[in-house]
């Protein structure tokens, strides 16, 4: 067998299991790119756009918009998502969850329901709950956020001191500022507000304020 008949013997196999999921309900309008595995398991309502690629033990829930150009690998989606060039490896995302474009799910990722996941994000070993936004450049690594917390812009846990990794906790309807780091292990109380800006190397009580970084000073330019 030369290399054209191994190719048709291949689209053959995936138009079959497009065709499948087609009559089990599932809307892909345009198969072009589109490759999803033997194991798949998408619910009837679904809708998978063009560049996907589903693999693995990967579940698709009803009504949910998937792609374009999105990876999920072992990934478990719940009713009524939408992921947009998404690339998610081991994930479980709650239902009426929208996430991207452009968002990294590495292993061990756990999203609640109805999460803003934003463009230029990566989640790795971490719960969040219900309702959090994480818009835009942020890196959230072994951590447990709560529910309803806001992320700002350019948000970064500092997990690893060379060593070990440890876990960050926030809890829940924290406000963290933009370009926060937060350096692991430590606790944001609920409802805490962290200015923008901060490094936060210590906890947080329930409700508290933390700023951290230096005071603003100008100086005469000289002539």
């Known amino acids: 067998m030369d290399?054209?008949?191994?190719?048709?013997l291949t689209e053959e196999e995936r138009a079959g299991i497009l065709e499948r999921h087609r009559r089990g309900g599932v809307f892909i309008p345009c198969a072009e790119g589109v490759i999803i595995g033997e194991n798949v398991v998408i619910a009837s309502g679904a809708l998978i756009l063009p560049g996907c690629?589903?693999?693995?033990?990967t579940f698709v829930g009803g009504d949910c918009?998937?792609?374009?150009?999105?990876?999920?690998?072992?990934?478990?989606a719940a009713d009524g998502c939408v992921l947009n060039n998404v690339h998610s490896e081991s994930a479980s995302i709650g239902a009426d969850t929208r996430i991207g474009p452009w968002v990294r799910l590495r292993p061990g990722t756990r999203l609640g329901r109805g999460l803003r996941i934003g463009n230029f994000v990566e989640i790795k070993n971490a719960d969040i709950g219900d309702g959090s936004k994480i818009a835009h450049l942020s890196y959230i690594g072994d951590a447990d956020f709560g529910r309803d917390i806001n992320v700002g812009c350019g948000l970064a846990v500092a997990n690893y001191d060379g060593?070990?990794?440890?876990?960050?906790?926030?809890?829940d309807g924290a406000f963290l500022g933009c370009h926060n780091s937060l350096v692991s292990p430590v606790t944001v109380g609920a409802g805490?507000?962290?200015?923008?800006?901060?490094?936060?190397?210590?906890d947080i009580p329930e409700g508290g304020f933390a700023i951290a970084r230096a005071r603003?000073?100008?100086k005469e330019k000289r002539q």
């Open 3 to 8: 290399y054209s008949e191994l190719r048709s």
């Open 53 to 57: 690629m589903l693999w693995g033990e």
């Open 65 to 76: 918009v998937i792609g374009p150009n999105t990876l999920l690998y072992d990934t478990t």
């Open 163 to 171: 060593n070990q990794k440890h876990r960050t906790v926030v809890g």
């Open 192 to 202: 805490a507000y962290t200015a923008a800006g901060s490094v936060i190397t210590e």
């Open 216 to 218: 603003q000073v100008n």
